[in-house]
């Protein structure tokens, strides 16, 4: 990590905030003060294990020990004891799913990460009758192998003897959220097998009525209770940490995206974030009940604090957008860093007349169709690679500009702004040309680490560090914003555009029989 971070002293000596980050690719540990500002940062990258094509795992008992070592890491390099920290957060990468052994605290097998496609035929078959939306109604997600439910199903089918040991009560299932708990609060001797409202609502086992395990889809889907692990609210202390981390309170929990949408306070109906990075994830508050969607979103748990009501969100992810500027790089040679894009892009006025879908792996949301490819629309002689770079920004900016209207369409609310976080938002143009075809303001707050800076403020609330949201909401500070200067014709037209350029990628790959 660059070392742009302050010790302590030159943030009064505390008392501080520390983060665990448990990501895809990596885990780290922020700690923050009583501003939100970060004092310091360690972040350690784990092996990506690939057994078969689709397939993708990782190794937890790697992820503890280099979790272990981040947050020591982190509270050195802020010269900060223990003493000094009020409690601990904790965000995570959503879905990835673990089983282990109570006694040992061994894992019975490699975590299926959430990108593993492991369960595609396990989830047609589940959805043979009804289709994708069996659970849709309690659980607010459809049938896909992206969610924890049909892994664990997965490895109690293909782990020898194991299905045996969990109707037993030998066994744990947890996202990354619950084995970083158990482990930080004793592990086998006394852990905490503990998850919380968001993470459990990406389980596909969760009824968003209820707030609860299901019986019957847990039964459906074949997965003994005696797994599960208990839910609570995202911000309460869950237990105090043994080890060098000894009496310091584990207080709060919440998905990455989540954590992001509490980070940058979007604790309104209304409020939207949007994080760019490979692929892009848009949540939208919208209050405190669960929105059905009709128009290819997924209805999640956006936080709960405490014992107040949980809020709830609206989420549509889109697959290509930071990747296909690393497309443009790596593959076609057309820019030599992603930064030269924006250069590039810059150097014409518009798009020449081209329009690009970025459909590589089919097309997420709101359509959600598997037989689509990418597809570059509007080609003449005319084009040059500076209007295929402009092309490449404007596919960001409209599919982000579908989403957000499925959003409306689903719960008849307002777009107020949209909060913008993640890699991508160091490029201007394409931050303008979002505020562009949204017609609507685009900010980018001063603390780029939402993420991390959302699993604090959660774990800070549940130890009474801020008083409540609307402390928090007086610590976001605005870096940049961005604010629509495209007639409202030419932005019509260009949609019009793009919505034809997508449907000429559907249909390209046929179904085998």
Same mark, same amino acid.
């Given at each position: 990590?660059?070392?742009?971070h302050?010790?302590?002293?030159?943030?009064?000596?505390?008392?501080?905030?520390?983060?665990? !980050?448990?990501?895809?690719?990596?885990?780290?540990?922020i700690v923050?003060?009583?501003?939100?500002?970060?004092?310091?940062? !360690?972040?350690?990258?784990?092996?990506?294990?690939? *057994?078969?094509?689709?397939?993708?795992?990782?190794?937890?008992?790697?992820?503890?020990?280099?979790?272990? @070592?981040?947050?020591k890491g982190?509270?050195?390099?802020?010269?900060?004891?223990?003493k000094?920290?009020?409690?601990? $957060?904790?965000?995570?990468?959503?879905?990835?799913?673990?089983?282990?052994?109570?006694?040992t605290?061994?894992?019975?097998?490699?975590?299926?990460?959430w990108?593993?496609t492991?369960?595609?035929?396990?989830?047609?078959?589940?959805?043979?009758?009804v289709?994708?939306?069996?659970?849709?109604?309690?659980?607010?997600?459809p049938?896909?192998?992206?969610?924890?439910?049909?892994?664990?199903?997965?490895?109690?089918?293909n782990v020898?003897?194991l299905?045996?040991?969990?109707?037993?009560?030998e066994?744990?299932?947890?996202?990354?959220?619950?084995?970083?708990?158990?482990?930080?609060?004793?592990?086998?001797?006394? $852990?905490v097998?503990?998850?919380?409202?968001?993470n459990a609502?990406?389980?596909?086992?969760?009824?968003?009525?209820?707030?609860?395990?299901d019986e019957?889809?847990?039964n459906?889907?074949?997965?003994?209770?005696?797994?599960?692990?208990e839910i609570?609210?995202?911000?309460e202390?869950?237990?105090e940490?043994?080890?060098d981390?000894?009496?310091?309170?584990v207080?709060s929990?919440?998905?990455?995206?989540?954590?992001?949408?509490?980070?940058?306070?979007?604790?309104?109906?209304?409020?939207?974030?949007?994080?760019?990075?490979?692929?892009?994830f848009?949540l939208?508050n919208?209050?405190?009940?669960?929105?059905?969607s009709y128009?290819?979103?997924?209805?999640?748990?956006?936080?709960?604090?405490?014992?107040? @009501?949980?809020?709830?969100?609206?989420? $549509?992810?889109?697959?290509?957008?930071?990747s296909?500027v690393?497309?443009?790089? !790596?593959?076609?040679g057309?820019?030599?860093s992603?930064?030269?894009?924006?250069?590039?892009?810059?150097?014409v006025?518009?798009?020449?007349?081209a329009?690009?879908?970025?459909?590589?792996?089919?097309?997420f949301?709101?359509?959600?169709?598997?037989?689509?490819?990418g597809v570059?629309?509007?080609?003449?002689?005319?084009?040059?690679?500076?209007?295929?770079?402009?092309?490449?920004?404007?596919?960001?900016?409209?599919?982000?500009?579908e989403i957000?209207?499925?959003?409306?369409?689903d719960?008849?609310?307002?777009?107020?702004a949209?909060?913008?976080?993640?890699g991508m938002?160091?490029?201007?143009?394409?931050?303008?040309?979002?505020?562009?075809?949204?017609?609507? *303001?685009?900010?980018?707050?001063?603390?780029?680490?939402?993420?991390?800076?959302?699993?604090?403020?959660?774990?800070?609330?549940?130890?009474?560090?801020?008083? !409540?949201?609307?402390?928090?909401r007086?610590?976001?500070?605005?870096?940049?914003e961005?604010t *629509?200067?495209?007639?409202?014709?030419?932005?019509e037209?260009?949609?019009?555009?793009?919505?034809?350029?997508? @449907?000429?990628t559907?249909?390209?790959i046929?179904?085998?029989?």
């Amino acid at each position: 990590m660059s070392e742009n971070h302050t010790t302590a002293s030159a943030h009064g000596g505390g008392p501080f905030i520390a983060a665990i !980050d448990q990501g895809t690719t990596s885990s780290r540990c922020i700690v923050f003060d009583k501003d939100g500002r970060i004092v310091s940062v !360690d972040q350690k990258e784990h092996e990506q294990i690939l *057994p078969r094509p689709g397939w993708v795992e990782h190794d937890a008992a790697e992820i503890w020990t280099n979790v272990q @070592q981040v947050v020591k890491g982190a509270m050195e390099k802020a010269g900060v004891t223990k003493k000094d920290v009020l409690a601990l $957060g904790i965000t995570n990468q959503r879905e990835t799913t673990l089983l282990w052994e109570k006694a040992t605290g061994k894992p019975v097998h490699n975590a299926i990460v959430w990108q593993d496609t492991r369960t595609d035929a396990l989830c047609r078959e589940l959805g043979r009758n009804v289709g994708q939306d069996r659970f849709r109604r309690e659980t607010g997600l459809p049938l896909a192998s992206y969610f924890a439910g049909p892994k664990i199903r997965w490895l109690l089918d293909n782990v020898p003897g194991l299905r045996g040991r969990a109707e037993n009560g030998e066994i744990l299932f947890g996202t990354m959220d619950s084995w970083v708990i158990w482990n930080l609060t004793g592990g086998p001797n006394g $852990g905490v097998h503990v998850t919380d409202v968001t993470n459990a609502s990406r389980t596909m086992l969760m009824n968003l009525h209820t707030m609860s395990w299901d019986e019957k889809i847990c039964n459906s889907l074949g997965v003994p209770m005696a797994l599960l692990p208990e839910i609570r609210s995202s911000a309460e202390v869950y237990g105090e940490a043994t080890g060098d981390l000894a009496g310091l309170p584990v207080a709060s929990a919440l998905g990455d995206q989540q954590a992001a949408l509490f980070g940058q306070t979007c604790y309104s109906t209304g409020e939207a974030k949007s994080t760019y990075g490979t692929g892009t994830f848009l949540l939208m508050n919208t209050g405190n009940e669960p929105v059905n969607s009709y128009n290819g979103l997924l209805t999640t748990v956006g936080y709960q604090i405490g014992d107040q @009501q949980p809020v709830f969100a609206l989420e $549509g992810s889109i697959a290509v957008t930071g990747s296909l500027v690393q497309w443009m790089r !790596d593959q076609m040679g057309l820019i030599n860093s992603a930064a030269e894009i924006e250069t590039l892009a810059s150097s014409v006025e518009d798009n020449g007349g081209a329009y690009f879908v970025p459909a590589f792996s089919g097309l997420f949301a709101p359509y959600w169709r598997s037989d689509a490819r990418g597809v570059i629309a509007g080609l003449t002689r005319y084009v040059t690679k500076a209007h295929l770079a402009r092309a490449v920004l404007e596919a960001t900016a409209w599919q982000t500009r579908e989403i957000v209207d499925a959003m409306q369409k689903d719960s008849d609310v307002e777009l107020t702004a949209l909060k913008v976080d993640g890699g991508m938002t160091a490029n201007n143009l394409l931050m303008q040309t979002i505020s562009d075809v949204m017609d609507a *303001p685009v900010v980018r707050p001063m603390v780029a680490e939402t993420t991390c800076l959302g699993a604090a403020y959660a774990a800070g609330l549940a130890v009474g560090f801020w008083s !409540d949201t609307d402390e928090l909401r007086a610590n976001w500070k605005r870096a940049a914003e961005w604010t *629509p200067r495209m007639n409202a014709e030419t932005r019509e037209r260009e949609y019009r555009n793009w919505l034809k350029a997508v @449907q000429r990628t559907m249909g390209w790959i046929e179904e085998e029989s």
